[in-house]
């Protein structure tokens, strides 16, 4: 009786393990039966455009250790005519980052007048330091609209920015608006602290590489 017992037992397990095996092998083959180039039910995440917000991040880190020993008194000192002083690079940066946010559909924060002073196309300003903002009121305006910037474009689908550039002189080679948003993460920030290096060293200082 008992090995009967033990029997029916092991048939029972036999036949719920198989039967499990059964349902998983009937399972994996309706999986292969889905067409594997049929378009995704799935709803798409938005794009995290990560590389560029490396880029745009790394862009800020310069800008901070090319300030970090410009001292009050020179942030408008220009070393030839016509080179651009820290004060206006630093303003200019931070007003043409509230461009971007301005072409994502967000209101502008930093005052009206910056735009006329640091704006596109804005010249330098005499040499004199009282003519700028201060130097810490300038470099925090560039880290909180540089922060608004990258919240706004983090799930920004750039692609889809094709409206056309507003910026006349870059139309012909940025004509999107998505291109002059890219250009604002990366190339244009990259250029004026080419600038700033560049003052650096009329002033005598050590490359900072």
Same mark, same amino acid.
């Given at each position: 009786?008992?090995?009967?017992?033990?029997?029916?037992?092991?048939?029972?397990?036999?036949?719920?393990?198989?039967?499990?095996?059964?349902?998983?092998?009937?399972?994996?083959?309706?999986?292969?039966?889905?067409?594997?180039?049929?378009?995704?039910?799935?709803?798409?995440?938005?794009?995290?455009?990560?590389?560029?917000?490396?880029?745009?991040?790394?862009?800020?880190?310069?800008?901070?250790?090319?300030?970090?020993?410009?001292?009050?008194?020179?942030?408008?000192?220009?070393?030839?005519?016509?080179?651009?002083?820290?004060?206006?690079?630093?303003?200019?940066?931070?007003?043409?980052?509230?461009?971007?946010?301005?072409?994502?559909?967000?209101?502008?924060?930093?005052?009206?007048?910056?735009?006329?002073?640091?704006?596109?196309?804005?010249?330098?300003?005499?040499?004199?330091?009282?003519?700028? !903002?201060?130097?810490?009121? =300038? @470099?925090?305006?560039?880290?909180? $609209? &540089?922060? +608004?910037?990258? %919240?706004?474009?983090?799930?920004?689908?750039?692609?889809?920015?094709?409206?056309?550039?507003?910026?006349?002189?870059?139309?012909?080679?940025? !004509?999107?608006?998505?291109? =002059? @948003?890219?250009?604002?993460?990366? $190339? &244009?920030? +990259?250029?004026? %602290?080419?600038?700033?290096?560049?003052?650096?060293?009329?002033?005598?200082?050590?490359?900072?590489?």
């Amino acid at each position: 009786m008992a090995l009967a017992d033990n029997g029916a037992v092991a048939v029972g397990c036999f036949l719920q393990t198989h039967s499990v095996r059964f349902r998983d092998t009937e399972a994996k083959q309706d999986k292969v039966a889905v067409d594997p180039f049929a378009p995704s039910l799935s709803i798409r995440q938005p794009p995290m455009n990560t590389e560029l917000l490396t880029l745009y991040r790394f862009t800020l880190a310069m800008a901070e250790s090319l300030m970090i020993d410009i001292s009050e008194e020179e942030m408008a000192h220009q070393p030839a005519p016509g080179v651009n002083p820290p004060a206006w690079i630093i303003g200019h940066l931070a007003v043409v980052n509230e461009m971007a946010l301005a072409l994502m559909g967000h209101e502008k924060r930093l005052p009206a007048a910056w735009t006329i002073e640091f704006g596109p196309g804005s010249q330098p300003l005499p040499q004199q330091m009282e003519a700028y !903002p201060p130097r810490a009121e =300038l @470099l925090t305006a560039l880290r909180e $609209t &540089h922060a +608004a910037v990258c %919240l706004a474009v983090q799930d920004k689908d750039l692609g889809a920015m094709s409206a056309a550039n507003p910026i006349t002189p870059l139309a012909k080679s940025l !004509p999107t608006q998505g291109d =002059l @948003l890219a250009h604002i993460l990366t $190339t &244009h920030p +990259a250029s004026h %602290l080419g600038h700033l290096s560049n003052w650096r060293r009329q002033r005598g200082r050590a490359p900072l590489f």
